[in-house]
Nanobody, 119 residues
Framework: QVRVVESGGGSVQPGGSLRLSCTGF????????MGWFRQTPGTERQFVAS???????DYADSVKGRFTILRDNDKYMVSLQMNNLQPEDTAVYYC?????????????WGQGTQVTVSS
């Protein structure tokens, strides 16, 4: 059974940085895409960043220039480097691993990791 585990959340002041990591276990399908989403209470989960099996990346407009997504294919890992964090980045961040042709909703989700940005 595929398992997705995130780590690296925490609290930081505005302008600070955090790095989130995600590892996939028991991935038996090739050519997978990996992505990060975030959610605040009472809102829908929102796309943050993704990296496809061929290495192409995509970012939400709100994080472009501040966040960087990187993947390590050998270790089934993806990280999200978050710089210049702002209070509006506060959320639970979720990692997802999916087959390229599938939707994110049909992919595999991690349990989430909390990121809090406040002074």
């Amino acid at each position: 059974q595929v398992r997705v585990v995130e780590s690296g959340g925490g609290s930081v002041q505005p302008g600070g940085s955090l790095r989130l990591s995600c590892t996939g276990f028991n991935i038996i399908f090739g050519g997978y895409s990996m992505g990060w989403f975030r959610q605040t209470p009472g809102t829908e989960r929102q796309f943050v960043a993704s990296v496809r099996d061929v290495g192409l990346t995509d970012y939400a407009d709100s994080v472009k220039g501040r966040f960087t997504i990187l993947r390590d294919n050998d270790k089934y890992m993806v990280s999200l480097q978050m710089n210049n964090l702002q209070p509006e980045d506060t959320a639970v961040y979720y990692c997802n691993i999916k087959r390229p042709a599938a939707t994110w909703d049909s992919g595999y989700w991690g349990q989430g990791t909390q990121v809090t940005v406040s002074s």
